[in-house]
């Protein structure tokens, strides 16, 4: 099992920026496809963003491109999650978690059920 550890959360105002970081222990970190996840109070898990093994290629939930961008660096065993232009909706706890299959590609991390690790979530709060 990979350990991640969610870092960069707060509170922000409205159009502000935030830059989330996970940080992941284990050997095989360069392996795994990685992605960010959110959830607001009484809604659903809803799926951000996920980056390739390679950091070659990524995936975006339309209502986040061109404001979110995911990136990692696999030398820091890190991945980043950019927010841009925040809006008092994007307010969740965000999660990343690595994917349970090695070197799949990021968009099969949307639509799978159980990832293989997740961390414990950063608050992010856009005031409005």
């Known amino acids: 099992q990979v350990q991640l550890a969610e870092s960069g959360g707060g509170l922000v105002q409205a159009g502000g920026s935030l830059r989330l970081s996970c940080a992941a222990s284990?050997?095989?970190?360069?392996?795994?496809?990685m992605g960010w996840f959110r959830q607001a109070p009484g809604k659903e898990r809803e799926f951000v963003a996920a980056i390739s093994a390679s950091g070659g290629s990524t995936y975006y939930v339309d209502s986040m491109k061109g404001r979110f961008s995911i990136s990692r660096d696999n030398a820091k065993n890190t991945v980043y999650l950019q927010m841009n232009s925040l809006k008092p909706e994007d307010t969740a706890v965000y999660f990343c978690?690595?994917?349970?299959?090695?070197?799949?590609?990021?968009?099969?991390?949307?639509?799978?059920?159980?990832?293989?690790?997740w961390g414990q979530g950063t608050q992010v709060t856009v005031s409005s």
């Open positions: 978690a690595a994917d349970s299959v090695p070197f799949r590609t990021p968009h099969l991390l949307s639509v799978s059920a159980d990832l293989g690790s």
């Open positions: 284990g050997r095989t970190f360069r392996s795994y496809a």
